[in-house]
Nanobody
Framework: VQLQASGGGLAQAGGSRRLSCTAS????????VGWFRQAPGNEREFVAA????????YYADSVKGRFTISRDNAKKAVYLQMNSLKSEDTAVYYC??????????????????????WGQGTLVTVSS
């Protein structure tokens, strides 16, 4: 599955931004999708994840209550709505997908870093 992340840019602290992750393959509709981010000098970290039908979501504690992940399988897209942005949200954001194939979202997230398909990343810069 080829993924394309978009929607990055400059935002002010307290503002909002919506990222999109779109796919080229119909198999995307069977895939768990995760958002990850990597700030300069830091390791990549998990942000949010959603299962194939959109009924289960996970969030990192640092974004819980501020970010919302959703998906539209008809459009083969997953979104990350980011509100109340903070300077520490500045990072390159990546989306990744892995076929759930009967496994739980938690299991899918376990294999995603090694076995998932990854997009190219989109930079979000939050100015304070």
């Amino acid at each position: 599955v080829q993924l394309q992340a978009s929607g990055g840019g400059l935002a002010q602290a307290g503002g909002s931004r919506r990222l999109s992750c779109t796919a080229s393959a119909r198999t995307f509709t069977n895939a768990a999708v995760g958002w990850f981010r990597q700030a300069p000098g830091n390791e990549r970290e998990f942000v949010a994840a959603i299962n194939w039908k959109g009924s289960t979501t996970y969030y990192a504690d640092s974004v819980k209550g501020r970010f919302t992940i959703s998906r539209d399988n008809a459009k083969k897209a997953v979104y990350l709505q980011m509100n109340s942005l903070k300077s520490e949200d500045t990072a390159v954001y990546y989306c990744a997908a892995v076929d759930q194939g009967g496994i739980t979202l938690a299991q899918a997230m376990g294999v995603m870093p090694r076995s998932g398909s990854w997009g190219q990343g989109t930079l979000v810069t939050v100015s304070s």
